[in-house]
């Protein structure tokens, strides 16, 4: 075998080292956050997962009559228009948080 081809296999064995190393990492890192994540973490965010579920199922979604269903508002002197040409700066509707959609039982 000649010398290049010593250097060949060695520049792939150092790829094959650098995406083992990687792998590596990225299990060491899963491994630290499964230590953080406790059992009653996931009760928890379970909990508030079925209440917010709870406050939705009686709901329907409605078009936000504030921004007629737009989600933003345009800001002239201060104040906000709905229908004011594209020119204006847009602000985020705070009726239905820039969605467009409120729901109401």
């Known amino acids: 075998m000649t010398l290049d081809v010593y250097h060949e296999r060695l520049e792939e064995w150092e790829e094959q080292l650098k995406s083992l190393t990687l792998k590596v990492n990225e299990i060491e890192d899963y491994v630290k956050m499964e230590d953080r994540v406790t059992v009653s973490d996931v009760l928890i965010r379970l909990t508030k997962l079925e209440y917010a579920f709870d ?3 009686n709901k329907k979604p409605y078009k936000c009559p504030a921004c007629d269903g737009k989600g933003y508002h345009h800001i002239y002197n201060g104040m906000l228009l709905p229908t004011i040409p594209a020119q204006f700066p847009k602000e985020n ?13």
Not at 93 to 105: L, P, S, T
Request: with cysteine; charged share 30%.
């Open 55 to 57: 406050e939705l199922k």
């Open 93 to 105: 509707c705070k009726a239905c948080n820039g969605k467009g959609i409120v729901w109401y039982e």
